[in-house]
T-cell receptor
Framework: TQLLEQSPQFLSIQEGENLTVYCNSS?????LQWYRQEPGEGPVLLVT?????EVKKLKRLTFQFGDARKDSSLHITAAQPGDTGLYLC????????FGKGMKLTVNP | GAGVSQSPSNKVTEKGKDVELRCDPI?????LYWYRQSLGQGLEFLIY????????KSGLPSDRFSAERTGGSVSTLTIQRTQQEDSAVYLC???????????????FGEGSRLTVL
């Protein structure tokens, strides 16, 4: 069974702080995606990484795919209240596995 | 509409009743997925359709759960004899292609919140 473990599971920070979310697995994935879900809505894709060691930046968000394609991280710089939400990682495989998510609250 | 549409958005039912949840995917998307999400947690995979066929039903929690897709478009998830532990948000997603494209984006609806009393 392919599992994706996310850590931390909950994080409450003040506006302007930095944070890193981790997504780890014992399995190798062909790709990895990060989604963000706001209350009452469905998840929305933030990024897809496909190459081991790949780094992608989306404004204040930096995504990295591990060299062995078993893990990924999401770093947010200078978090803002609009970043509040549930961050989910998803492995590219036939099982469409999602992690349990990291619930982020950014307080003004 | 332009996005994935789910109905009802909220459903409250009594234990033992049957419920049907509907998903209308983005036009032209061949793949359709059902997930369950409890208490704002991660997504539990239920079933995947490629066209009208369901190659993977392994996530369905019990034989009380069934799903069908007709005309390669609308899908219905049916839960028979509902139990309190079925209470959750049921999310539907679609994608232009199926699992052969593992990097494909999933487009989600807003979900159907089911509460079983």
């Amino acid at each position: 069974t392919q599992l994706l473990e996310q850590s931390p599971q909950f994080l409450s920070i003040q506006e302007g702080e930095n944070l890193t979310v981790y997504c780890n697995s014992s399995s190798v994935f062909s790709s990895l995606q990060w989604y963000r879900q706001e209350p009452g809505e469905g998840p929305v894709l933030l990024v897809t990484v496909v190459t081991g060691g790949e780094v992608k930046k989306l404004k204040r968000l930096t995504f990295q795919f591990g060299d062995a394609r078993k893990d990924s991280s999401l770093h947010i710089t200078a978090a803002q209240p609009g970043d509040t939400g549930l961050y989910l990682c998803k492995g590219g495989s036939e099982k469409l596995v999602f992690g349990k998510g990291m619930k982020l609250t950014v307080n003004p | 509409g332009a996005g994935v549409s789910q109905s009802p958005s909220n459903k409250v039912t009594e234990k033992g009743k049957d419920v049907e949840l509907r998903c209308d995917p983005i036009s032209g998307h061949t793949a359709l997925y059902w997930y369950r999400q409890s208490l704002g947690q991660g997504l539990e995979f239920l079933i995947y359709f490629q066209g009208n066929s369901a190659p993977d039903k392994s996530g369905l929690p019990s034989d009380r759960f069934s799903a069908e897709r007709t005309g390669g478009s609308v899908s219905t998830l049916t839960i028979q004899r509902t139990q309190q532990e079925d209470s959750a948000v049921y999310l539907c997603a679609s994608s232009p292609r199926g699992l052969q494209t593992y990097t494909g984006e999933l487009f989600f609806g807003e979900g159907s919140r089911l509460t079983v009393l």
